[in-house]
C-alpha cells in the first residue's frame, strides 16, 4: 500500500540534545512538507521541499533543520536551538504544488 | 497573511442529524481549499479539495460549498454517524505562488447515539 510512515510515533528529547524524525513516503510524490501541531491551534508549517535536494522555510523554522536527499525521505531534526519542541509533528507529501496533502500518522515529541 | 477560521469550535449532536460545520478565510485570493479529518492522536486524511473556480464537492454523504467572494466554506454531513466523531480541519492554498497550506484550528465533532 502507498503511504507516508513516519517513525518513531513517540519521542522524549533531553535538554540540549538533537533528535531526528524520519519520515518516508511511497507516493512517488516530488513534494514534501513537516508540520507542528499544538493544542488549540492550527498546523504551522516548518519546512517543505518541492524537490531533492531543494527545500524552503516555512513559517516557524527556527530552530529546526531538513534535508532531501532522496525522493523518498524527508528528515526533520529538532535542535537544541528549539526552545520549546513539545508538540505533534505531522509529515505530508503532495504529487505536486497545489495537488492534495497526504499525511502520516505523526510522531509526538517530549522533553525529558 | 491568510487567517483561517472555524466555527464552532466544538459540536455535540445525535446520530442521524444533518450537521453543517463553516471556514472561513480573510484572502480570497486562494488557489483552493482542502478539508481534512483527524481522529485523536493520527494524522490528517483529506476529505474533500474544492478548486477556487468551483462551487462545491461531494463525496458520499459529504457536501463541501466554497463562496471565495465572502471568504467562506461549509462541510455538509448527512445523516451523522458515532464514527464520524472526529476533528474537522479545513485549509486553504494561497494564490500567490507558493506551495503553503494555512490550516483552520478545526471543529472537534461528537455524533452521539
Known amino acids: 500500500d502507498g503511504g507516508i510512515t513516519q517513525s518513531p510515533k513517540y519521542l522524549f528529547r533531553k535538554e540540549g540534545q538533537n533528535v531526528t524524525l524520519s519520515c518516508e513516503q511511497n507516493?512517488?510524490?516530488?513534494?514534501m512538507y513537516w508540520y507542528r501541531q499544538d493544542p488549540g491551534q492550527g498546523l504551522r508549517l516548518i519546512y517543505y521541499?518541492?524537490?531533492?535536494?531543494?527545500?524552503q522555510k516555512g513559517d516557524i523554522a527556527e530552530g529546526y533543520s531538513v534535508s532531501r536527499e532522496k525522493k523518498e525521505s524527508f528528515p526533520l531534526t529538532v535542535t537544541s536551538a528549539q526552545k520549546n519542541p513539545t508538540a505533534f509533528y505531522l509529515c505530508?507529501?503532495?504529487?505536486?504544488?497545489?495537488?492534495?496533502?497526504?499525511f502520516g500518522d505523526g510522531t509526538r515529541l517530549s522533553i525529558l | 497573511k491568510q487567517e483561517v477560521t472555524q466555527i464552532p469550535a466544538a459540536l455535540s449532536v445525535p446520530e442521524g442529524e444533518n450537521l453543517v460545520l463553516n471556514c472561513s478565510f480573510t484572502d480570497s485570493a486562494i488557489y483552493n481549499l482542502q478539508w481534512f479529518r483527524q481522529d485523536p492522536g493520527k494524522g490528517l486524511t483529506s476529505l474533500l479539495l474544492?478548486?477556487?473556480?468551483?462551487r462545491e464537492q461531494t463525496s458520499g454523504r459529504l457536501n463541501a460549498s466554497l463562496d471565495k467572494s465572502s471568504g467562506r466554506s461549509t462541510l455538509y454531513i448527512a445523516a451523522s454517524q458515532p464514527g464520524d466523531s472526529a476533528t474537522y480541519l479545513c485549509?486553504?492554498?494561497?494564490?500567490?505562488?507558493?506551495?503553503?497550506?494555512?490550516f483552520g484550528t478545526g471543529t472537534q465533532l461528537k455524533v452521539e447515539l
Open positions: 521541499s518541492q524537490i531533492v535536494n531543494d527545500f
Open positions: 485549509a486553504v492554498y494561497d494564490g500567490g505562488g507558493g506551495n503553503k497550506l494555512t
Open positions: 505530508a507529501s503532495s504529487a505536486e504544488r497545489y495537488q492534495p496533502q497526504h
Open positions: 474544492i478548486q477556487s473556480s468551483q
Open positions: 507516493l512517488n510524490h516530488d513534494a
